[in-house]
């Protein structure tokens, strides 16, 4: 059995047990060990005087004020984490920047150095990239249907 049904179990089966003897105890007029109950119920009554006496009092004030406390708590690693996070990012696009600004410098001075004559093969490639680009491109009735469709926010083009 788990530990939730042999709590329940337990407090049911108590719960029984006492309603029976406070049953008992009214038909009897009595109370079932009162010498013993009332050693007890002196004990409850002189701890809860020196705790009174002790320590302030505890409220509905005091859980709404821990209750704050914890939200605080929360959210404050909360906000720390999210520091972290924005630490993080900003160093990566500033890694990105200045591998684009070098990628940038670079390629300005291969543009300065003399081109060769004979064409290579990437400028073939980009050639015929170039030639596929005004092959599929869309014509003008395509591309206002698609912008009207966009903004009436259809999925379909």
Do not use: C, W
């Not at 009554?45 to 708590?73: C, D, K, W």
């Not at 684009?100 to 410098?105: G, V, Y």
């Amino acid at each position: 059995m788990s530990t939730s049904l042999i709590t329940v179990l337990g407090s049911g089966l108590m719960a029984l047990a006492l309603l029976f003897l406070f049953r008992i105890e009214r038909s009897r007029g009595k109370r079932f060990g009162e010498d013993f109950r009332s050693v007890l119920d002196t004990l409850v009554e002189t701890v809860q005087h020196f705790f009174g006496r002790i320590l302030p009092e505890v409220n509905s004030a005091f859980f709404q004020e821990f209750a704050h406390y914890i939200m605080h708590m929360v959210l404050s690693k909360a906000l720390g984490f999210l520091r972290l996070l924005e630490s993080v990012t900003l160093s990566v696009v500033r890694f990105n920047r200045t591998q684009a600004l070098k990628l940038r410098r670079r390629a300005t001075v291969s543009d300065i150095e003399p081109v060769a004559t004979a064409p290579s093969a990437s400028s073939e490639h980009l050639q015929a990239i170039h030639e596929h680009k005004k092959n599929i491109e869309l014509t003008e009735a395509q591309k206002v249907k698609r912008k009207n469709a966009a903004l009436m926010g259809d999925k379909k083009f």
